[in-house]
């Protein structure tokens, strides 16, 4: 089993930037995939980016492609959500999903695929 916290989430003004992180415990790290999801107020958690248990594959949604970089370091058992270019529209609530695999290579997107979560850090973002 592997516990997650997240942290770095904050109030920022649109075009800033936050870095989110997300530090796990348990086993082998890079036998988890990564992803990190949001949730924001009144609507259904989504997907945000996603990242091999290697780390050489990753995968984001197009709402936030091209400003965000999701990357980890197996050594630290951490990954990492760097977001530029914030818009208002990127305020909600975000969560570290982690996910068993035996394939390093692949990353997942689907929020039912994940097996563990943690609690979210809150990220708003002012106009």
């Known amino acids: 089993q592997v516990q997650l916290v997240e942290s770095g989430g904050g109030l920022v003004q649109a075009g800033g930037s936050l870095r989110l992180s997300c530090a796990a415990s348990?086993?082998?790290?890079?036998?988890?995939?990564m992803g990190w999801f949001r949730q924001a107020p009144g609507k259904e958690r989504e997907f945000v980016a996603a990242?091999?248990?290697?780390?050489?594959?990753?995968f984001y949604a197009d709402s936030v492609k091209g400003r965000f970089t999701l990357s980890r370091d197996n050594t630290k058992n951490a990954v990492s959500l760097q977001m530029n270019s914030l818009k208002p529209e990127d305020t909600a609530l975000y969560y570290c999903?982690?996910?068993?695999?035996?394939?390093?290579?692949?990353?997942?997107?689907?929020?039912?695929?994940?097996?563990?979560w943690g609690q979210g850090t809150q990220v708003t973002v002012s106009s």
């Open positions: 999903g982690a996910r068993t695999t035996y394939y390093t290579g692949y990353y997942y997107y689907l929020e039912d695929e994940y097996n563990y």
């Open positions: 348990g086993r082998t790290f890079s036998g988890y995939a």
């Open positions: 990242i091999s248990g290697s780390g050489d594959s990753t």
